[in-house]
Every structure is written in structure tokens, then in C-alpha cells.
């Protein structure tokens, strides 16, 4: 018989941390991290429907973070004007006390190149935000959660 799933199930978000090289992100609002699987048409005989290969992946990513320093400028804004590529890690962790077992997911991102640097971004009676668009080459699953 198959468990039933109840709301308090249901992973809550505020739980959610992040390490940008080994500092702890206390300004974080949100992490998204995709794999964008690349696919090349396989055409075949006697076949209607288009088939595909897997060919490769591309990495993808968003950091938001609530506008409270300058971390992002100071990690990366001179090494850009010197021409350097900077590369990052990230470590994510969700660990939302009601799940099963108090089980945690933790996932690292490896290589990680953000996409630009905000210099400037703010509204007169509105926090303060900024969003880090990034790519990354790989990846490993440190906990998963089961059940």
C-alpha cells in the first residue's frame, strides 16, 4: 500500500542555505540551479515522432539575495576589469525540519561563472534586491532526501 502524502510534507523553502566559496550567504532569498540537457534530432525510418540524443547539458542558475552589501562587486568587480574568468562553488543545503527523518538535501556546484554583475539597481520605496544569473560545469549530490 502506498503512503499517503500530507502537506507538512511538502519541503519549505525558508529552510534553504547557501555557501558562495565558503562564506555563508545570511542575505539569501532564493537558489535555482537547472541542467539544460542538449539534444541532437536522430531521424529514422518508418519513425513519425522526432527522436532525440542526449549530446551533452549546460548548467544553469539563479542567486537571489536581498541588497544588504556589496559581496557580489568586491568578489568579483576587479578581477572582470582585469580580464579574469572567476569561478566560484556553491553549496546548497535544504533541510526543512518536518522532513522524513529530518533528512537534508545538499548539492554542490562546481565551476560556477556568473553571468554579470549588478553595479547599480534600486527604487525608492522598495528593498533592495539583486539576482546573480550563472552557469556551471558540474556537480555532485552531497545528501538526498528519501522517502
Keep these: ?27 539569501l532569498t532564493g537558489l535555482n540551479a537547472k541542467i539544460e540537457l542538449k539534444k541532437e534530432e536522430v531521424k529514422m525510418c ?9 549530446v551533452g547539458w549546460e548548467g544553469k542558475g539563479t542567486l ?3 541588497k544588504v552589501n556589496s559581496r557580489m562587486a568586491i568578489k568579483m568587480g576587479d578581477m572582470i576589469k582585469k580580464g579574469k574568468d572567476v569561478r566560484f562553488t556553491i553549496i546548497s543545503k535544504l533541510a526543512d525540519p518536518d522532513t522524513i527523518d ?28 539583486v539576482e ?10 552531497v545528501d538526498l532526501i528519501q522517502g
Excluded at 5 to 23: A, K, S
Excluded at 132 to 141: E, I, R, S
Design 1 to 27: 500500500m502506498a503512503n499517503k502524502l500530507t502537506g507538512n510534507r511538502i519541503i519549505n523553502g525558508t529552510w534553504g542555505e547557501v555557501w558562495l566559496d565558503g562564506d555563508k550567504l545570511s542575505e
Design 46 to 54: 518508418g519513425v513519425m515522432a522526432k527522436e532525440t540524443k542526449i
Design 64 to 66: 537571489k539575495l536581498h
Design 102 to 129: 529530518a533528512q537534508s538535501e545538499r548539492i554542490v556546484l562546481k565551476n560556477v561563472s556568473f553571468d554579470n554583475l549588478t553595479l547599480a539597481d534600486f527604487e525608492m520605496k522598495a528593498l533592495g534586491k
Design 132 to 141: 546573480c544569473p550563472f552557469t556551471f560545469t558540474d556537480y555532485d549530490f
